[in-house]
């Protein structure tokens, strides 16, 4: 008999996202464990449910009856659990880590959302990823909104919005830069060490561009600081001042005329943010809620 609807959630989840894998990564449960889980609902109910596809997976008939009745349970269940909530009228203050970029100007236009969406006082803490992680880890944040994945055992990772790193200056620029180009500017860098700057030197060697061979005339220890030393530097038409950094950092500068933008040309600086959190928090209906808020985000 199942005595717990976790089988039935994995096969919803498959269901869902029609893989196996991605199954797997939305779970933070190994793959062989959400084979395991659906061969166990297949034994108990003496039948098949789910064909793997080489697009995908199919559901039997007898599958597809099984997803009706899973999905009425987890309405029950999800009602249930906003009925106990409304006695027990639980007040929190939930607190986000995110990293400097994301925490700084991405999740201000939409913290209030955020609170509406709980029903409860927000927090944002603004840190290093690796940091982050720890405090997630340490409970002392309930959800990481980070820039790349540093992976740690017992968190579940979830890709969130698309970013894309632009080269930048407060002197105009052509809307694409050749790689030859980024020689002749001065750069404003983040400080050796961090991983914004191994991150950034990664995608230049992949581009077969030699970062130390540029002229870098500063280095600061965060994007703000990054933004505010190209605003406040010499406008230069031969030697423009440039950094790289995401496009949502300078989205107002950029709008209103005090910094310009461009591409390198042939190549696209993208990256994804993660929502992190502990895998023993998965079903936390705050947590499902805020993480559900901010997926729907990444489609906007």
Not at 163 to 189: A, R
Not at 203 to 218: A, P, T
Not at 225 to 243: C, E, G
Request: hydrophobic content about 40%.
């Amino acid at each position: 008999m199942l005595k717990d609807f976790s089988k039935l959630e994995t096969f919803l989840t498959v269901v869902r996202e029609k893989s196996f894998s991605k199954a797997s990564a939305k779970l933070g449960i190994s793959q062989p464990a959400v084979t395991q889980q659906i061969k166990f609902l297949e034994d108990y109910l003496e039948t098949k449910i789910v064909e793997r596809k080489k697009n995908g997976i199919r559901l039997t008939k007898e599958g597809e009856e099984v997803y009706r009745i899973a999905q009425k349970m987890e309405r029950c269940i999800n009602n249930a659990e906003k009925e106990l909530f409304k006695i027990i009228n639980k007040e929190i203050t939930f607190i986000i880590g995110a990293s400097f970029t994301i925490g700084n100007y991405v999740l201000p236009e939409v913290l209030n959302n955020i609170k509406q969406a709980i029903n409860n006082d927000v927090f944002i803490k603004v840190e290093v990823s690796e940091k982050i992680l720890n405090e997630v880890l340490d409970k002392k944040c309930d959800i990481g909104l980070i820039e790349s994945p540093i992976f740690k055992d017992g968190l579940i990772y979830r890709e969130w919005m698309e970013d894309e790193l632009v080269l930048f200056s407060n002197t105009p620029l052509p809307k694409y830069i050749k790689k030859d180009d980024l020689y002749n500017f001065n750069w404003i860098c983040r400080e050796e060490g961090s991983h914004t700057r191994k991150m950034v030197s990664e995608l230049f060697e992949s581009m077969g561009v030699e970062c130390k061979n540029f002229n870098v005339i500063s280095e600061v220890s965060s994007s703000t600081a990054v933004v505010q030393t190209i605003l406040r530097s010499p406008v230069n038409k031969d030697n423009p001042t440039v950094s790289i950094i995401s496009k949502y950092a300078i989205a107002s500068e950029v709008e209103s005329g005090k910094l310009y933008e461009a591409r390198i040309k042939g190549h696209k600086l993208k990256r994804k943010f993660f929502i992190v959190y502990t895998k023993d928090r998965k079903h936390d209906a705050f947590i499902e809620k805020v993480v559900d808020f901010l997926l729907k985000l990444k489609n906007k």
